[in-house]
């Protein structure tokens, strides 16, 4: 009987994990996004790392829903998903060493996973691939061609891979698949209060600085001087104004000016 454990949100879905699996997700580790994910101009890495101590069983589980987005090229996405399998056995090793302790937005830490996985006894990998029903080839057929593909990758690693529709994996991986709603994961719910923060922050700046504008625009005014008018239009106004034009009745003028407000 399913019992359940850890519950995670990925993309629309959620994945409610069996309990004794410890869940980690790499995105949240500080270690892999600052660190990790640069390496090599790039170190990809699985949706989700599953280990059980008592069954001594390490998952890799990738989820890709293209249902809304246009379909990727077969032999490019197989090569991606290949990537991201060697990347994250280098990670879980070398996290096992190097990462230091972190309390991430969600699941197990990577480094308490990695030493965990020291001790995995077996390796299982999971491909959750939803595909749309625009192009030449159904779903089902295109599918099976990437799992045919992969598996000749793969299966040095794991001959039991999973390569199947991400609603149709559930019970048959140690995890069950429930719509996720409007709700989001914990580490997309904080970039999205960061990108929030963020954007009103950059309001409060932008603000400041239209009324530090206005301020400069209104001391500039302020202080305009008689000479920010051409030498020629002064003097035509001064002749206007019956001023002979020399030096005394222009300091005169000046003089007789009322002061400005």
């Known amino acids: 009987m399913f019992q359940a454990g850890t519950s995670c949100v990925e993309g629309v879905h959620r994945f409610n994990f069996e309990a004794g699996y410890h869940v980690c997700r790499f995105e949240c580790s500080p270690f892999y996004s600052h660190h990790a994910q640069n390496f090599c101009n790039s170190c990809k890495e699985m949706d989700f790392v599953l280990y059980h101590p008592g069954k001594k069983e390490l998952w890799l589980v990738e989820v890709k829903d293209y249902r809304f987005n246009a ?27 190097c990462a230091p302790e972190e309390t991430p937005a969600e699941g197990t830490s990577l480094r308490d996973i990695a ?3 020291l001790q995995a006894k077996r390796i299982r990998i999971a491909f959750t691939i939803e595909l749309a029903r625009t192009g030449l080839f159904p779903p089902k057929s295109l599918l099976a061609t990437i799992k045919d593909l992969l598996y000749r990758q793969i299966r040095f690693i794991d001959p039991d891979m999973l390569c199947l529709p991400i609603t149709e994996s559930g019970g048959i991986g140690p995890w069950t698949i429930t719509p996720a709603g409007s709700t989001h994961s914990s580490r997309i719910q904080k970039r999205i209060e960061e990108a929030r923060l963020a ?43 019956g001023m002979s034009g020399n030096h005394a009745d222009r300091r005169k003028k000046n003089e007789n000016r009322p002061p400005a407000p």
Request: charged share 50%; glycine share 0%.
């Open 115 to 117: 030493r965990m996985s």
């Open 199 to 241: 954007h009103e922050k950059e309001e409060r700046l932008a603000k400041e600085r239209a009324r530090h504008a206005e301020k400069q625009a209104a001391k500039k005014q302020k202080k305009a001087r008689k000479s920010d008018i051409p030498l020629w239009k002064q003097r035509a106004e001064e002749r206007q104004a």
């Open 71 to 97: 379909r990727p090229k077969v032999k490019d996405l197989v090569e991606k998903l290949c990537r991201k399998v060697r990347d994250c056995l280098f990670l879980l090793r070398t996290a096992a060493l």
